[in-house]
């Protein structure tokens, strides 16, 4: 609490300028995250055409070629393990997907797609297919490797700033 005769004077401080590189980057965020938002739609949509969710067939995908433990799912989509357990039960439950005995790991079980699954996943494979091709057609196979490639980067160089400072990281 302040004495009354004391005032508060507020000192208004510049914005800080970032380098034209850093505007760049900015500029470059400010571009991802609404692209983030219109894929993740994009991709509920063909989920739907099989009538899965993202996170369901991004679950399914994982699990098309071999099963796969539910901590394999998280660490090869990024996502919490507990959120792919949940996944995983909804397409057990579903019939998309069963869960078998891991002969290397008495509790860890593994996920294995079903036929159901199989086809659920192929109706959104194909559905994506010809949403890629257009859009890729539309944009151009050279222009989408560079982004690709500078996408990659920039993904790298936030891994390794996460990895110097953790406090920074929201998934510790």
């Given at each position: ?70 901590a ?67 944009l ?23 990895a ?9």
């Amino acid at each position: 609490m302040l004495p009354k005769e004391q005032h508060v004077v507020n000192i208004a401080r510049p914005a800080p300028v970032s380098s034209p590189a850093g505007q760049a980057f900015t500029t470059l965020l400010m571009r991802v995250f609404p692209l983030n938002d219109r894929l993740t739609a994009a991709g509920e949509e063909l989920a739907r055409t099989g009538g899965q969710t993202l996170a369901r067939w991004l679950v399914l995908e994982a699990v098309q070629d071999a099963p796969a433990t539910v901590a394999d799912i998280a660490r090869v989509t990024g996502h919490a393990r507990q959120g792919v357990q949940r996944l995983a039960d909804a397409l057990v439950a579903s019939g998309a997907a069963s869960y078998e005995t891991n002969p290397r790991h008495r509790r860890a079980s593994l996920l294995q797609i079903t036929n159901e699954g199989t086809a659920n996943l192929r109706i959104i494979q194909a559905a994506q297919r010809v949403w890629a091709d257009r859009l890729g057609a539309e944009l151009g196979k050279a222009a989408l490797d560079r982004a690709s490639d500078l996408l990659c980067r920039a993904e790298q160089l936030v891994a390794q700033g996460l990895a110097e400072r953790p406090d920074l990281d929201n998934e510790t």
